[in-house]
């Protein structure tokens, strides 16, 4: 699933090839994409219709266009396969299209919503009163993330210690810091050479301290070269593919040597996931050893 960095991407292409475009006719191709719509597709292209976009915004892995007025928000998640793609308006439609959006000008693009396992979608709601983002009001439990100038190191350290959990269930505590997936996590917890099963309550604040600088600083260097994409299915908004795949230091390296040590790394089952670790570098807590 697309973390922080990838959804940075797609926002960032949204804000230079949608904002302040008016919406002339939206078309919906399958109910599941606007399933987390109450009103269903009819009522999502009509309402959107008329409608003039305003700055992408993205608070984690959510992002979301709000709408001219800042009453309304049009909230997208991308799942698993989710695309928002900027294609020329004859372009041939892609074979899992979802939801077409045709806008008012004479620029000679629409915007296209690709879902090939249908697990994202679009949707609108209305905004939290007052917020100057037109902050969607389904999404405002979840946290700030670490690149947002308004994150709070200090509730977050605090909240960290007093969690009775272990340390990568609280990176991927979408309440605590949002953003933040299995792919980088992993990654963070190998720059910190901190097991992903040490318990938070253990970390001082000069630990965690350090944790949140590698988690800024992977997410910024895979921001720089437009995410991770193991497959085609992760693009942005052109149809382009990250590559910091190829700069994973943890993730998916199972018996290739650690880059800091030569040990080979490990994987190991890990809430429906994998978790990826050296287990030199990366001692395992004696209660869980």
Known sequence: MPELPEVEVVRRGLERWVAG???AGV???HPRAVRRHPGGGADFAARLAGQTFGVAMRRGKYLWLPLADRDLSVLGHLGMSGQLLVQPEGAADERHLRIRIRFADDQGTELRFVDQRTFGGLSLHESVPGSAEGLPDVIAHIARDPLDPLFDETAYHLALRARRTTVKRALLDQSL???????????ALWRAKLHYE????TLTRPRSSELLGHVRDV????LAVGGTSFDSLYVNVNGESGYFDRSLDAYGREDEPCRRCGTPMRRRPWMNRSSYFCPRCQRAPRASS
């Not at 040490?198 to 309550?201: E, K």
């Not at 997410?219 to 895979?222: H, L, R």
């Open 21 to 23: 475009r008016t919406v």
């Open 177 to 187: 810091i949002s953003g933040v997936g299995n792919i980088y996590a992993d990654e």
């Open 198 to 201: 040490r318990p938070t309550a």
């Open 27 to 29: 078309e919906v191709l």
């Open 219 to 222: 997410m910024t260097a895979a």
